[in-house]
C-alpha cells in the first residue's frame, strides 16, 4: 500500500473514479491546469484531459450545471474553493439537486458529488473559516461527509462518488498536508454511511468528526493517564447518521459531550443531543457540547486559537464532565471553561 497524505488520497481516488467510470466529470474554478487551489486534482488535467476542466468564477453555475449533468447520466464531481462560497450556488444544492429524485417520483436521480473544504486554521478570515456542515445536514436528499484520515479521505469519497443522491464531501484544509499514512487502494467501495470508533473507554462518549477528531483522541490519550476513559466516535457521515452507534456507547458510559469546530448554536451537536435524549437513555452527568462559541472566527491566529476547540479545552470539559454534576453552562446554554 502506498503512504498518501490527505490531499494525495484525495486526488488517489478522483484518479480512481475518472479511470473506472467514463460518465465522470471533474470540473470547477482551477481544478485542471493549475491543479487547485490546495494541489489536490495535480496532474488529472494531464491524465484525463477534456473531462477535467477549469470553469468560470460562478460557483452557482458550476452546481447547477452539475445538476444538469447528473441527471443526463453523468457523474459529475466539482469542486468548490471553501464551504464559504457554496452558499452563492445554496439553491441549486437544496432547491434544485435535494428534489430531483423526490419531484420525478424516483425517476430521475442527481449523482453528482461536491467537493469542498472547511475549518479554521491560522490567519483564515471570516469568510474562509466557517463550518457548515449542520446547514447541509439539514436538508433531506443530502448526503454529507466529513473525512479526517487518508485512508478515509480516499474511500469516503469513492462512496459518494458512487453515490446516486447529490453528496457533498467536506474535506479539511488543516490536513490536506498532513502525515502520510498506508491507504489500501483497491479495496471494494462500501456504501455511504458509518462511523469510526477512534478511542475505547467506559467513562464518557464523545461524537465528533472532521479535523477536530484528532484533538479529541489527543484528549483521549491524555485522560488515560488520569484514569479517565474517552470513548470517542467520529462520525464520518452526518447523512446518513449512525445513530445506533452512539445509543450504544451512551447506554454504556451514561455520559455524552460532542465536540465540532461549528458554532454551538444550530450545530449538529444539539441534532446529536436531542436524538440520545429522544432515546430514554438515562445520563449521569449533563451532555455538553464543546464547539466554537457563537462569534465570527477572528482573523488573528492567537485569538482564533483561543475560542476554537482544542484537545486541552476537550480535555478540561471531560474533567469537568466526571468530576462535577453540575457542568458550567454561560447564558448562552453553552458549556462554559472558565480557566
Same mark, same amino acid.
Request: aromatic letters at 6%; a negative charge.
Given at each position: ?14 484518479r480512481?473514479a475518472?479511470?473506472?467510470?467514463p ?8 481544478? %485542471? ?9 495535480r ?8 473531462r477535467?476542466?477549469?470553469t468560470?468564477?460562478s ?25 464559504d ?28 458529488t ?5 475549518? %479554521?486554521?491560522?490567519? @483564515? ?5 466557517? @463550518?457548515?456542515?449542520a ?30 443522491d ?34 475505547r ?5 464523545v ?17 488515560d %493517564? ?14 446518513p ?7 450504544? @456507547? ?23 443531543? %436531542? ?13 455538553c457540547r ?21 484537545a486541552? @479545552?476537550?480535555a ?14 454561560n ?9
Amino acid at each position: 500500500m502506498p503512504e498518501l497524505n490527505y490531499a494525495e488520497a484525495v486526488n488517489a481516488a478522483l484518479r480512481r473514479a475518472l479511470a473506472e467510470w467514463p460518465e465522470t466529470l471533474l470540473y470547477g474554478e482551477d481544478v %485542471a491546469k493549475p491543479g487547485g487551489v490546495f494541489g489536490v486534482t495535480r496532474r488529472l488535467y494531464r491524465e484525463f484531459g477534456e473531462r477535467v476542466f477549469d470553469t468560470p468564477i460562478s460557483e452557482s453555475a458550476i452546481i447547477g450545471s452539475a445538476v444538469g449533468a447528473a441527471m443526463m447520466g453523468r457523474r459529475p464531481i466539482v469542486e468548490i474553493m471553501w464551504v464559504d462560497f457554496t452558499l452563492v450556488g445554496l439553491d441549486q444544492v437544496i432547491n434544485q439537486a435535494a428534489n430531483v429524485r423526490y419531484v420525478s417520483q424516483g425517476a430521475l436521480t442527481a449523482p453528482l458529488t461536491i467537493r469542498t473544504q472547511q475549518g %479554521a486554521v491560522p490567519g @483564515s478570515c471570516a469568510q474562509h473559516s466557517q @463550518s457548515l456542515e449542520a446547514l447541509f445536514a439539514h436538508v433531506p436528499g443530502i448526503r454529507v461527509a466529513l473525512p479526517s484520515t487518508p485512508q478515509d479521505a480516499y474511500d469516503v469519497l469513492l462512496s459518494a462518488i458512487a453515490c446516486d443522491d447529490p453528496t457533498v464531501v467536506i474535506e479539511a484544509r488543516a490536513l490536506y498536508n498532513g502525515p502520510r499514512e498506508n491507504v489500501e487502494l483497491d479495496g471494494p467501495i462500501a456504501a455511504v454511511g458509518g462511523s469510526r470508533h477512534r478511542h475505547r473507554g467506559e467513562d464518557i462518549t464523545v461524537l465528533t468528526w472532521g479535523a477536530q477528531t484528532h484533538n479529541v483522541v489527543a484528549a483521549a490519550a491524555e485522560l488515560d %493517564a488520569e484514569q479517565i476513559g474517552l470513548d470517542v466516535i467520529e462520525a464520518v457521515w452526518l447523512n446518513p447518521f449512525d445513530t445506533p452507534a452512539v445509543l450504544d @456507547s451512551v447506554a454504556r458510559t451514561g455520559r455524552l459531550m460532542v465536540v465540532h469546530e461549528a458554532n454551538v448554536t444550530g450545530g449538529f451537536g444539539a441534532e446529536v443531543l %436531542a436524538r440520545v435524549a429522544e432515546s430514554g437513555i438515562s445520563l449521569r452527568s449533563p451532555a455538553c457540547r464543546v464547539g466554537l462559541p457563537d462569534l465570527r472566527v477572528p482573523a488573528a491566529p492567537g485569538l482564533s486559537s483561543a475560542v476554537l476547540p482544542s484537545a486541552s @479545552s476537550v480535555a478540561a470539559a471531560a474533567r469537568t464532565i466526571i468530576g462535577s454534576e453540575s457542568v458550567p453552562w454561560n447564558a448562552a446554554g453553552q458549556y462554559y471553561d472558565a480557566r
